[in-house]
């Protein structure tokens, strides 16, 4: 069977993988990192994505074996060992971003991704866009939407505290 | 999905070499086609051949009046190239509407002409553009490549591992998106080319990306919205289907006609 090495969140993994193992299944089954959820397996709902390399990508529709080398990134890897937050964790529980939380950990990565890729800031019609890739089934964009726009100021050093959510 | 062998080859030459000794073996790049068919065992190669080592199948640089596209190039980093955008802002754009953030980032430009999807962005792009495929050993004109549906001029273990691409004087793209599934329902890519007008379409053809003849003269003529609105698109040529009939689709490849030739400016 063929071997893969990943680095996943760090930490440098070697695993015996058929050739037709999805990523997600070796992260889940193998490495027991169960933070990335497979919603559709269908490469539509974006439950699964991870980074690879930095970019966000959907774990169900890669092979372990095209992985072999690269640098890997779940949710898991994102909070730091003292367990502070991400900012975008933080922001996404500041703003509510989540109700039955199934399609969270995607929407995290792709949010990351998303903010690291547009250095000058989204507006919130880029947001929408830029989660095309990415379902939720409660339907609760609005707070995702408003949590990432308050997450990129955090990243990109614009603003040192997150801005709270206002009471209602 | 089936289980198969897994193959890692470094050039051109020795990935040529594996689907030539095994005409089941399949190559992959992106695999955002080949992946979800595999689940769905519409396929069942014996191999699968990954083309993401061949460093010579990435990047893209200018060659004179062309463009020239790496078979492996993402469409992110067509959608993102300083070169693709100070030279046909149209298809950086265009790349940047191509499935989803993620689709983006694994799926590539010789991957989405090889498979020649109706609905793709690259077969009308190239199309209207006069575009180049280069494979592992031929070149041929985008419209001898893409043949039909699904289908290409490309034989059994023939790779793409270039897209040539003369920079045109003017070029714009509109498509309809389908609501849910975001695939095209009906694009046009326009251009102004050193060979003349051209107009191809994707989405709507019952038999594939197409060229609009009636169009292409009616622009060359006058460059205008106005005057590709008068163009009627024969509903017989197109598919029809629970998205949308073959006439509400030759109604909307009017529109988009009409779109392209605004963003064409």
């Not at chain 2, 191999?47 to 993402?74: N, Q």
């Not at chain 2, 004109?141 to 790779?159: C, H, I, Q, R, S």
Request: hydrophobic share 45%.
């Amino acid at each position: 069977m063929p071997q893969v090495t990943l680095t996943v969140n760090g930490t440098k993994h070697t695993v015996e993988v058929e050739a037709r193992t999805l990523l997600v299944e070796t992260l889940r089954e193998q490495l027991r990192l169960t933070g990335t959820h497979v919603g559709c397996d269908t490469s539509q709902c974006g439950a699964c994505v991870v980074h690879m390399g930095g970019d966000s990508v959907k774990s169900c529709t890669i092979l372990a074996v095209q992985c072999d080398g690269s640098e890997i990134t779940t949710i898991e890897g994102l909070a730091a060992a003292d367990g502070t937050l991400h900012p975008m964790q933080e922001a996404f529980r500041e703003y509510h971003a989540l109700q039955c939380g199934f399609c969270t950990p995607g929407m995290v990565m792709s949010a990351i991704d998303l903010v690291n890729k547009h250095p000058d800031g989204m507006s919130e019609k880029e947001i929408r866009e830029g989660l095309e890739g990415n379902l939720c089934r409660c339907t609760g964009y609005h707070n995702i939407v408003k949590a990432i726009a308050a997450a990129q100021d955090v990243m990109h050093g614009r603003v040192k505290e997150l801005a709270r959510a206002a009471a209602e | 999905m089936y289980d198969f062998a897994y193959h890692k080859p470094a050039s051109v030459a020795d990935a040529v070499k594996i689907l030539a000794a095994d005409p089941d073996a399949r190559p992959i790049s992106g695999g955002m086609t080949l992946l979800p068919a595999l689940k769905l065992r519409l396929n069942k190669p014996t191999a699968v051949v990954d083309l993401s080592g061949i460093a010579e199948l990435r990047g893209v640089k200018r060659d004179g009046d062309s463009l020239v596209i790496g078979a492996l190039t993402r469409h992110y980093e067509v959608a993102t190239s300083a070169e693709v955008k100070a030279s046909i802002p149209t298809l950086a754009a265009m790349a940047a509407t191509i499935g989803d953030t993620q689709v983006r980032n694994r799926g590539t430009i010789g991957g989405s002409v090889a498979n020649n999807d109706p609905s793709a962005d690259y077969p009308a792009a190239l199309l209207a553009l006069g575009a180049t495929i280069q494979t592992d050993k031929r070149k041929l004109a985008a419209e001898d490549f893409f043949t039909g549906m699904f289908t290409t001029a490309l034989d059994v273990g023939e790779l793409v591992t270039a897209i040539h691409i003369p920079i045109p004087k003017k070029a714009g793209y509109a498509k309809m998106r389908n609501p849910a599934s975001r695939y095209s329902m009906a694009g046009v890519f326009v251009a102004q080319t050193a060979s003349g007008v051209r107009v191809a379409v994707n989405g709507a053809g019952a038999n594939g990306v197409f060229r609009e003849k009636a169009m292409e003269a009616a622009l060359a003529a006058n460059w205008s919205a106005d005057a590709v609105a008068g163009v009627k698109v024969d509903a017989g040529l197109l598919n029809g289907d629970i998205h949308g009939s073959a006439e509400y689709r030759a109604h909307l490849v009017t529109v988009m006609a009409k779109r392209a030739v605004v963003d064409a400016g």
